[in-house]
């Protein structure tokens, strides 16, 4: 398995502010994920986290509202742009260890007033 | 456009009963199928996953069963506890050409096991 941390957990942001998340994973790992959960919802993908290059955002999603960056192979982070109410989520990063294995991380509680 | 829908949305058992989850997907370009296991406040958490060319996969107390020809999958849980109560995920994988993945989840099932 793996064994991955986020900052913070939780945070109540004001509207229009911005909020990076980070992810730390104890492992070097070649593939990192940001998916997003609304209260009592499923998971979506939001993008994958490429080290050296560019994020890989899903349909919905794009750079200018969840910029991510991926310095290194244990570290990724998820900035929240210019947020709205709508925006009040858990924000989740999982890692793929192996085949058929992806992890997640215990997720960052989001409220936006 | 949902590409897993999942049944029930929640389910009630009693205590040693064997709950079962169906998960159905559309889209054959899947590599494997995770079943997650979250418990509130928590990150979803792999409980087993199951590849298409295999029809049955056990770990534990947890079986998942895989109709390929009819798209379907399901999670059975034996002898079920009270400590089983959880919300599931039943997932689909696709892997891309350049080897990355993207998970697609069904909408939950709520499980309550009572004692």
């Known amino acids: 398995s793996a064994v991955i941390s986020q900052k913070p957990s939780r945070d109540i942001c004001q509207r229009g502010t911005s909020l990076t998340i980070q992810c730390q994973v104890d492992?070097?790992?070649?593939?990192m994920f940001w998916y997003r959960q609304q209260p009592g919802q499923s998971l979506t993908l939001i993008a994958t986290?490429?080290?050296?290059?560019?994020?890989?955002?899903e349909s919905g999603f794009v750079i200018d509202k969840f910029p991510i960056s991926r310095p290194n192979l244990t570290f990724s982070t998820l900035t929240v742009s210019n947020m709205s109410p709508e925006d009040s989520s858990i924000y989740l990063c999982?890692?793929?260890?192996?085949?058929?294995?992806?992890?997640f991380g215990p997720g960052t509680r989001l409220t936006v007033t | 456009q949902q590409q897993v829908k999942q049944s029930p949305q929640s389910l009630i058992v009693q205590k040693g009963g064997i709950p079962i989850i169906n998960c159905a997907y559309e889209?054959?370009?899947?590599?494997?199928f995770p079943w997650y296991q979250q418990f509130p406040g928590k990150g979803p958490a792999l409980l087993i996953a199951?590849?298409?060319?295999?029809s049955e996969k056990k770990e534990g107390r947890f079986t998942i069963s895989f109709n390929k020809s009819a798209k379907q999958f399901s999670l059975h849980i034996m002898d079920s506890q009270p400590g089983d109560s959880a919300t599931y995920f039943c997932?689909?994988?696709?892997?891309?050409?350049?080897?990355?993945?993207?998970?697609?989840f069904g909408k939950g099932t709520k499980l309550t096991v009572n004692p």
């Open positions: 999982s890692v793929k260890k192996a085949p058929y294995e992806q992890y």
């Open positions: 889209n054959t370009a899947f590599d494997y």
């Open positions: 997932a689909a994988c696709h892997i891309t050409q350049g080897g990355s993945e993207k998970l697609v």
């Open positions: 492992s070097q790992v070649t593939m």
């Open positions: 199951i590849r298409p060319d295999v």
């Open positions: 986290a490429n080290q050296g290059s560019e994020a890989t955002y």
